[in-house]
């Protein structure tokens, strides 16, 4: 149980253009998910925090107008790189909560999606 | 403020030895939750073990234990007899509800390299 897949897993697209990641919660309703970015032999940082029906928490410094995220539905967020640049490539990783587990705090995480901006 | 600190970078250690990675943390909240992961080549973080501020027991799981310290805030992980597929880079990260989300605190890491 509580399974989190990430579409594509793999992205290379050209600078300028926009991009979008899925993040799908399988087999619960995630009321609230996490998006995460890792640069190469870094730890990961925490993008935004969206909750379904409402828009997103940006952490500081992450460009709410660059990396536009959408929390339709209680198994779906999705990720937009808008107008990506090369210094945009990184390996991002969703998260997803399970409020009706007993484990609240617990956070299960996708596979990832390393995207490259050439 | 909440913060996890892993001090060791990187370790080497020759098979069959046994290695313990470092997790500090700290917090104001009574209730919190920390959790250790593995991150293989491929990116995927693995669970490897979730640990509520109430409880303090230590765990062995195979050949992982973990030692959980309120009085020092540390929450170390040993694996005992490593092996080559124990290399990866492993994540201390803390959970509390301050601000109402669940936010996690990851620490930097710590990159294991297991030589056969």
């Known amino acids: 149980g509580a399974v989190v897949s990430q579409h594509p897993s793999r992205v290379i697209c050209k600078s300028g253009t926009s991009v979008k990641i899925e993040c799908r919660s399988l087999?619960?309703?995630?009321?609230?998910m996490f998006w995460y970015r890792q640069f190469p032999k870094q730890s990961l940082m925490l993008m935004a925090t969206?909750?379904?029906?409402?828009?997103?928490?940006?952490e500081q410094g992450v460009e709410k107008d660059k990396f536009l995220i959408n929390h339709a539905s209680l198994t779906l967020s999705t990720l937009t790189v808008t107008s990506a640049h090369p210094e945009d490539s990184s390996f991002y990783i969703c998260s997803a909560r399970d409020p009706l587990r007993g484990h609240s705090y617990e956070q299960y995480f996708g596979p990832g999606t390393r995207l490259t901006v050439t | 403020a909440q913060k996890v600190t892993q001090a060791q970078t990187e370790i080497s250690v020759v098979e069959k030895e046994d290695v313990t990675l470092d997790c500090v943390y700290e917090t104001r909240d009574t209730t919190y939750y920390l959790f250790w992961y593995k991150q293989p080549p491929s990116g995927e973080l693995v669970f490897l073990i979730r640990r509520n501020s109430f409880d303090e027991q230590n765990e062995i799981s195979g050949r992982y234990s973990w030692n959980f310290q309120k009085s020092t805030s540390s929450f170390n992980f040993t694996i005992t007899a490593s092996q080559v597929v124990d290399s990866a880079v492993y994540f201390c990260?803390?959970?509390?509800?301050?601000?109402?989300?669940?936010?996690?605190?990851f620490g930097t890491g710590t990159r294991l390299k297991v030589l056969a």
């Open positions: 990260a803390l959970s509390t509800t301050t601000s109402g989300t669940y936010k996690y605190i």
């Open positions: 969206s909750n379904e029906g409402s828009k997103a928490t940006y």
């Open positions: 087999d619960f309703q995630a009321t609230t």
